[in-house]
């Protein structure tokens, strides 16, 4: 693994992964905005380098946003090379141990495991080879990026931030974004579910100020550890060490009693007093691809900053899928299955949260079945479970084959019984999901095709041709692909569509799926429609099936469309100033081929500008009338009495 971060950044070098980029740029927006191109072109682009930042200090973005990239960060080949370790790992320790021979082989693999246990040792680390305190301790000094024009200001968004339970003394490292305020305070973005703000409230209970300290840098597989879904009261460091084959070492913060990595970059430490008032938060352009929406959370204050020599700050950007933050997610997948298998659903083949999804509105879950039930057992046990419990679409397959084959997976859900195969619930959510009826609750839907038979015959699809476009319909797609049979329908914003009559009067039947979207969605990317479908619908709210069809209003609820009583958050895209900015720069910067913001495409997604549009309030831009009459309504690829 890497001594430290610049080691890293050599290895991306020579590997071809990494671009420097030595002439002035902008923390404000500019970087944000060419990390957003780099990020969206194939395979993840490059990690981007930018070595003028205006600061002391250089930043890195899109360290670990490729397959490849991902695996360096984790000091391997392949992800999949982890996955093996795991399962041997597991194994060994399950297997049954029935005499003492047996028992004392086990010693030499309990030795290595130690040695994975994070260290402390004495002395200060490299990460404190500058020590800045007092008023000298300002957060301006570092390179603290904005990334979206309507975000609240400059955030802080890979820090690795250190907490421990009062009663307990169990280390959490978490990554919770940070708003600069000031020089010397920031927010500190602790959800309701997160650990962060469990500690914050037991130190509440306790009438005590809480330490905390944020690391930026170091061996990514600090960072990796971070962001990875380990249960509650397990250090992050025992993941990190047994990622890099040797342990943490740890030193002493300098202003309070945390330990930090000795060779990470850049340490801010503090504390939060939780008798002081919450302050309002946000907006941030987040990495469901819309603005979270401003909010109260505790006031975080500096007490020291200290840093290597020639430290560099990492940061990421998030926003419209895919970012770095699919790729980081994919190792996950890999890597927790094991301990999934082994821990809690033994009967799991395998799990796929397509990036569309952004981490959590989507899965695909392959299992063994031995018995009826299995698939709505699995779904509740996965619901019930760390951070799936966020997951708002599930399928369950026990085809045996790769969930990844976008292929075999449309022909099991075109061949399920509606509704017999379908399963609602209701539960947590992320704080994040936008469509939820209430903050953090919200809707789920199982789709069980582990009964599916797939030599059954399938149903002859009957298309008009051409649609009636009426009822507020005014485009139709039969979509995603054929294979599908899905029915992709766009309404102008604010018509309120009787879908299933205009099904009716079209004669459509053989289609089992219906998708109602606003008519500024381009239906020709498959992966924009699921991003936008998954977002903006929530199944207790927005799915209604009706005589063997299923029907998801995956619209915008602004303005309080399906009876929506909360703000409706914008999608992000840059700014037309910053989209100008960098195209007429491209050639300073040497990225090579010129890309187009992929801000062009999403702005057309935005209710005007700001952040939201008002709970209940008009629709920005363009009238229904106006909006209709412009289209004059479309019937896109559609087939006459397409085959199964």
């Given at each position: 693994m890497y001594k430290t971060l610049s080691e890293y950044i050599a290895a991306l070098e020579r590997a071809g992964e990494l671009v420097r980029i030595n002439v002035p740029v902008d923390p404000v927006l500019e970087i944000a905005e060419l990390t957003d191109r780099e990020a969206k072109s194939p395979g993840g682009g490059r990690a981007l380098l930018f070595e003028n930042t205006g600061t002391p200090f250089p930043v890195l973005t899109n360290m670990m946003g490729s397959d490849r990239r991902i695996a360096m960060a984790l000091g391997?080949?392949?992800?999949?090379?982890?996955?093996?370790?795991?399962?041997?790992?597991?194994?060994?320790?399950?297997?049954?141990?029935?005499?003492?021979?047996?028992?004392?082989?086990?010693?030499?693999?309990?030795?290595?495991?130690?040695?994975?246990?994070?260290?402390?040792?004495?002395?200060?680390?490299?990460?404190?080879?500058?020590?800045?305190?007092?008023?000298?301790?300002?957060?301006?000094?570092?390179?603290?990026?904005?990334?979206?024009?309507?975000?609240?200001?400059?955030?802080?968004?890979?820090?690795?931030?250190?907490?421990?339970?009062?009663?307990?003394?169990?280390?959490?490292?978490?990554?919770?974004?940070?708003?600069?305020?000031?020089?010397?305070?920031?927010?500190?973005?602790?959800?309701?579910?997160?650990?962060?703000?469990?500690?914050?409230?037991?130190?509440?209970?306790?009438?005590?100020?809480?330490?905390?300290?944020?690391?930026?840098?170091?061996?990514?597989?600090?960072?990796?550890?971070?962001?990875?879904?380990?249960?509650?009261?397990?250090?992050?460091?025992?993941?990190?060490?047994?990622?890099?084959?040797?342990?943490?070492?740890?030193?002493?913060?300098?202003?309070?009693?945390?330990?930090?990595?000795?060779?990470?970059?850049?340490?801010?430490?503090?504390?939060?007093?939780?008798?002081?008032?919450?302050?309002?938060?946000?907006?941030?352009?987040?990495?469901?691809?819309?603005?979270?929406?401003?909010?109260?959370?505790?006031?975080?204050?500096?007490?020291?900053?200290?840093?290597?020599?020639?430290?560099?700050?990492?940061?990421?950007?998030?926003?419209?899928?895919?970012?770095?933050?699919?790729?980081?997610?994919?190792?996950?997948?890999?890597?927790?299955?094991?301990?999934?298998?082994?821990?809690?659903?033994?009967?799991?083949?395998?799990?796929?949260?397509?990036?569309?999804?952004?981490?959590?509105?989507?899965?695909?879950?392959?299992?063994?079945?031995?018995?009826?039930?299995?698939?709505?057992?699995?779904?509740?046990?996965?619901?019930?479970?760390?951070?799936?419990?966020?997951?708002?679409?599930?399928v369950v397959t026990a085809s045996g084959r790769p969930v990844r084959d976008v292929a075999a997976l449309a022909d099991l859900l075109r061949r399920i019984r509606i509704p017999d195969d379908l399963m609602f619930s209701r539960g947590p959510l992320d704080v994040l999901d936008h469509a939820a009826p209430e903050t953090g609750l919200g809707g789920k839907l199982m789709f069980d095709a582990t009964g599916v038979d797939p030599a059954a015959p399938l149903e002859t699809v009957q298309l008009p041709f051409p649609f009636e476009l009426s009822d507020g319909i005014v485009r139709v797609d039969y979509a995603l692909s054929e294979s599908w049979r899905v029915l992709l329908l766009s309404a102008p914003r604010g018509v309120r569509p009787d879908v299933f009559a205009f099904l009716e009067k079209n004669r459509v039947e053989g289609i089992k799926y219906v998708i109602l979207l606003d008519e500024e969605v381009d239906t020709s990317r498959p992966g924009d429609v699921l991003w936008i479908a998954s977002s903006d619908c929530d199944p207790s709210r927005d799915v209604t099936i009706r005589d063997g069809v299923v029907l998801f209003d995956c619209r915008s609820k602004a303005g309080g469309v399906n009876g929506f009583s909360r703000r409706w958050p914008n999608v992000v895209a840059s700014s037309p100033e910053t989209i100008a900015r960098v195209d007429g720069r491209w050639n300073e910067y040497g990225l090579g081929k010129f890309m187009l913001s992929p801000s062009l495409h999403y702005s057309r997604l935005q209710y005007g500008e700001g952040a939201a549009v008002p709970a209940g309030g008009p629709l920005p831009g363009k009238t229904t009338e106006d909006t209709h009459a412009e289209s004059g309504g479309s019937c896109r690829n559609p087939k006459q009495n397409p085959s199964g």
């Open positions: 391997v080949e392949s992800v999949d090379l982890l996955t093996g370790r795991i399962e041997e790992l597991f194994a060994a320790l399950t297997s049954p141990r029935p005499d003492l021979f047996d028992k004392l082989r086990m010693l030499p693999l309990l030795g290595r495991m130690s040695r994975w246990l994070p260290r402390e040792v004495k002395g200060r680390g490299v990460c404190q080879q500058v020590v800045l305190q007092g008023d000298a301790a300002r957060l301006d000094l570092l390179p603290v990026l904005k990334c979206w024009p309507q975000d609240g200001g400059r955030f802080v968004t890979l820090p690795l931030v250190h907490t421990l339970d009062p009663d307990t003394g169990v280390r959490n490292v978490g990554m919770y974004r940070m708003q600069l305020f000031s020089p010397q305070t920031t927010g500190m973005h602790w959800h309701l579910h997160k650990t962060g703000e469990r500690h914050y409230r037991a130190y509440q209970r306790l009438g005590k100020r809480m330490p905390v300290t944020v690391c930026l840098g170091g061996d990514p597989a600090y960072t990796y550890a971070a962001t990875a879904p380990m249960p509650d009261n397990m250090d992050e460091y025992l993941l990190a060490g047994f990622l890099r084959e040797r342990p943490v070492e740890l030193v002493k913060c300098v202003t309070n009693d945390l330990r930090v990595p000795a060779d990470c970059d850049i340490v801010i430490e503090g504390y939060v007093d939780p008798s002081e008032e919450k302050v309002i938060e946000g907006p941030f352009g987040d990495h469901t691809g819309f603005y979270s929406l401003e909010d109260y959370y505790p006031l975080f204050h500096v007490t020291a900053i200290t840093h290597r020599r020639g430290a560099v700050y990492p940061a990421t950007i998030v926003g419209v899928p895919p970012q770095e933050d699919a790729y980081i997610a994919k190792a996950t997948e890999k890597i927790f299955l094991v301990p999934i298998r082994a821990a809690m659903l033994p009967e799991v083949r395998d799990l796929w949260m397509p990036e569309a999804g952004v981490a959590h509105n989507i899965a695909v879950v392959d299992i063994r079945t031995d018995y009826a039930g299995q698939a709505l057992k699995a779904a509740s046990s996965l619901w019930g479970a760390g951070q799936m419990m966020f997951n708002k679409f599930m």
